[in-house]
């Protein structure tokens, strides 16, 4: 959902429909006053401490918009009142409706993560309905001034971010990035201030930049602000807690020599994210943008060898201490994905690198064929959190491998054509899967097959010497044995998978409250093994 008039950054309602059919331009209603949100109930202390630790363990320790002190501050407050209130609308103080709102996302993001983990335990029903009453607390108050005006804009992008259906989110990231400009966030202040609120500033602005080029390059849209304009340096990686207790002007850096137990594993992490981020936004400057008036044409080959050494260390300066455990590896690990897409990137076409070199079409065969298997081991294990960027980068993928093949012969030296089949068969097929978890990737996966159909009958047709597959044999979903998703768990053996109807949509006029999250058997126990997890939302 957007807030209201995000170009003003205020959250002012929406026109009411005085038609009860569907607005034809596909506009989103104003469903807010419509919903029952009487006797809303808030979980148990215990499963409020669980989903808590999921959202600071799996949402904002890569997108660090919440200070978690200050949320406990929050939630506190918020289950020192009656239990028996309307939590969307009776409370008539700012700053209680403020604090619903921001208890209610949380949980809601926590919600949708969990939801990831197993879709069959819990629809997205039940996240998106606090998600809705959160912004009906935000909507009696409007959006507040300043940085916490941008963390509430984040925080509802957090969950558009972490929904399978909700793509709107680059323009509340937009709005977040455009106000924490306009209040001077991308510049460290002049001013002398406590550790907490100088960290609080660069760890939003840095979320909102890395949230805006991800999804800017992602959907093929411009980002919101220049890299040249920036000079706040990044957040600390200390924990909160240690933050909370320094003095003001005390140096973080120097407090981390020395003192491993005051720094936070998933904060070096996520400095590690941001690094990447920024190299991501230099690749799309210079290949995707035309040279500002009045300077030289970039020499890309030059730039792209040494973007090529700068991208490869950083991967080596990746933390990979011995103290590590074996899930906090398992996070490490998923940067190798990241490595392979940063190659990819690199060196496929694009506007302003049309035709790349025959060493180029290695290098892209190489990190695509890389990346396949890896979105095929790490959909296996369930790591992936944000399934449209999942799609995204898989089908980017197949379409790389089959592109270099077609067009350059040092690739066709390399594979056989039956090898290409196999690879983007394996695509396809964990397409498949994600779409039985998701159906509203259906259209993507089926533009994918489509392309890879055409493609593969053209090459089919001018058989090379080392193919072993006869011209004219079509592209069909089970036919080639790279991963048959009936065998290997990917999709379940049902008929209503290749029929194309929709998903039922979750009713709305139907109560839910908290027992429906707690009745879901989520495993626990696994989630507590779980340390400082990063997921999917650097690739």
Not at 29 to 34: L, N, Q, R, S, W
Not at 65 to 75: C, K
Not at 396 to 404: D, I, M, S
Request: hydrophobic share 40%.
């Amino acid at each position: 959902m957007m807030l209201r008039n995000a170009i003003q950054l205020q959250t002012a309602r929406r026109t009411v429909a005085t038609s009860q059919q569907p607005d034809p331009a596909g506009s989103i209603a104003d469903i807010i006053d419509d919903l029952d949100s009487a006797f809303l109930t808030l979980p148990k202390r215990e499963a409020a401490a669980r989903l808590t630790k999921v959202y600071f363990q799996f949402a904002n320790s890569s997108q660090p918009v919440l200070f978690e002190p200050t949320f406990h501050s929050h939630l506190d407050s918020l289950y020192s009142l009656p239990m028996t209130i309307d939590l969307g609308r009776s409370h008539d103080t700012k700053d209680i409706q403020l604090t619903v709102f921001v208890v209610l996302e949380v949980f809601a993001v926590a919600l949708l993560v969990l939801q990831k983990q197993d879709p069959s335990k819990m629809s997205t029903s039940l996240p998106d309905r606090y998600h809705r009453v959160a912004l009906m607390a935000l909507d009696h108050t409007g959006l507040p001034p300043g940085i916490q005006g941008v963390q509430f804009l984040l925080l509802e992008s957090q969950y558009c971010y972490h929904h399978s259906e909700t793509l709107t989110v680059w323009s509340t990231v937009g709005a977040a990035l455009r106000l924490a400009v306009e209040i001077g966030l991308h510049k460290d202040p002049i001013e002398e201030m406590s550790a907490t609120d100088l960290d609080v500033r660069r760890r939003v602005f840095w979320t909102a930049y890395a949230m805006d080029r991800n999804i800017s390059i992602a959907r093929n849209l411009p980002t919101c602000l220049a890299d040249g304009a920036i000079s706040v340096e990044f957040p600390s990686v200390l924990s909160d807690n240690v933050i909370a207790k320094q003095k003001p002007g005390e140096s973080a850096q120097q407090n981390i020599d020395g003192a491993d137990s005051n720094t936070s594993k998933a904060k070096l992490v996520c400095l590690h994210v941001l690094r990447w981020r920024r190299l991501q936004s230099e690749m799309q400057t210079v290949l995707h943008q035309q040279a500002p008036l009045g300077y030289a044409p970039i020499d890309i080959e030059r730039w792209q060898h040494d973007a090529q050494h700068r991208i490869m260390e950083w991967y080596k300066d990746l933390p990979r201490t011995s103290t590590f455990d074996p899930n906090e590896r398992r996070i490490i690990e998923n940067f190798d994905l990241t490595y392979h897409r940063a190659m990819l990137y690199l060196y496929q076409p694009s506007p302003n690198w049309l035709n790349p070199t025959e060493a180029a079409w290695l290098k892209i065969l190489d990190a695509a064929e890389n990346m396949v298997r890896l979105y095929r081991k790490f959909f296996e294990e369930k790591r992936f959190t944000i399934y449209w960027q999942a799609v995204e980068g898989l089908s980017a993928a197949g379409t790389a491998l089959l592109n270099a093949y077609s067009r350059s012969s040092s690739v066709k030296e390399r594979i056989t054509l039956s090898v290409l089949r196999e690879l983007v068969q394996t695509c396809s097929n964990v397409l498949w899967g994600m779409v039985s978890l998701f159906p509203s990737f259906k259209a993507r996966r089926e533009s994918f097959d489509e392309y890879v159909a055409a493609k593969l009958q053209e090459l089919e047709a001018t058989p090379s010497k080392d193919s072993d597959i006869p011209p004219g044999i079509s592209f069909e979903h089970h036919h080639v044995n790279a991963v048959d998703p009936f065998t290997t768990g990917l999709l379940p053996p049902d008929d209503h998978v290749d029929s194309g109807a929709m998903p039922v949509q979750p009713d709305d006029n139907v109560m839910h409250d908290w027992t429906d999250f707690e009745q879901a058997a989520f495993d626990w126990d696994a989630l507590d093994n779980t340390v400082d997890f990063i997921p999917d939302t650097w690739n």
